[in-house]
């Protein structure tokens, strides 16, 4: 039964994955292959990996890749964003080239990016950097778009700065939208950093998936995806969900003065 505001029960969110776990396990002992490992042989290659360093040896390449790509991208996104959300003329001289952007395949950019410059970190990160920017520069387009012109008024009275402007009026009017970009631009540069990885890398989560693929080592495949998705899921709770919590404060009041 539901509660009075309309959430689901607690228990219903822990209900399909452990019956999925129960049905997977039950299913792999059946078949008894090594192309489907039981729950328990993917978390036996998990802890063999973890102890060995391996396991967080190449998760630190992967999250690094992902932390300096995801930096770029969401500051030059951003920029350009802005621009074109600010200007008509910007946003008419670079509509064109975001939206062949936005339909260039990220594995052609890769591809080219590796060709151009070589199997180096440089190419890696470039390639995921210019598959994301579009994606940012139109969701923080969209809100640049939207920003009240009345606060842009009570800002000329009072005389802000520069950068009392973007601190107190910008910001937390763009704050749902560059949420959104950062979401969505973590959710697409993992998968994209992957298949840097798995295509011209000698480290990071997508080599070992493709050196396990190699061998048809589904369980290290299993495992290391397992650790992958625990990342993510750590970040998104603990970093993400917070920095939207307190970065929309502002649009409930009486929240912000209990």
């Known amino acids: 039964m539901s509660t009075r505001s309309g959430r689901p029960p607690v228990w219903s969110y822990w209900v ?3 019956l999925f776990v129960v049905f997977w396990g039950a299913f792999a002992w059946f078949l008894d292959s090594p192309l489907l490992p039981t729950p328990l042989q993917v978390l036996h290659t998990l802890k063999v990996e973890s102890a060995n360093g391996e396991l967080w ?7 690094s890749r992902v932390a300096v790509a995801f930096t770029l991208a969401m500051f030059i996104g951003t920029v350009i964003g802005i621009a074109m959300g600010r200007s ?6 670079f509509d064109p080239m975001l939206v062949l952007l936005l339909n ?5 950019t890769i591809i080219l990016m590796y060709v151009w410059f070589g199997l180096i970190e440089v190419a890696a990160v470039m390639a995921v950097v210019i598959n994301k920017i579009p994606n940012v520069a139109v969701t923080v387009r969209e809100g640049a778009r939207s920003l009240d012109y009345r606060l842009e008024q009570m800002a000329t009275v009072y005389d802000f700065t520069r950068w009392q402007r973007i601190r107190e009026v910008w910001v937390p009017q763009l704050s749902p939208y560059l949420m959104a970009a950062t979401r969505g631009g973590l959710s697409l540069i993992w998968k994209i950093v992957l298949v840097v990885e798995l295509l011209g890398r000698s480290s990071g989560v997508g080599f070992q998936l493709h050196l396990a693929f190699q061998v048809f080592d589904v369980a290290a495949i299993l495992a290391y995806s397992l650790a992958f998705i625990l990342v993510v899921q750590l970040i998104e709770l603990a970093i993400l969900q917070p920095l939207e919590r307190r970065s929309n404060r502002w649009r409930q009041p009486e929240a912000a003065h209990a």
């Open 104 to 108: 260039l395949p990220a594995l052609v």
């Open 88 to 93: 008509r003329t910007t946003n008419a001289l």
């Open 16 to 18: 399909v994955l452990p």
């Open 57 to 63: 040896y190449h998760l630190g390449a992967t999250l």
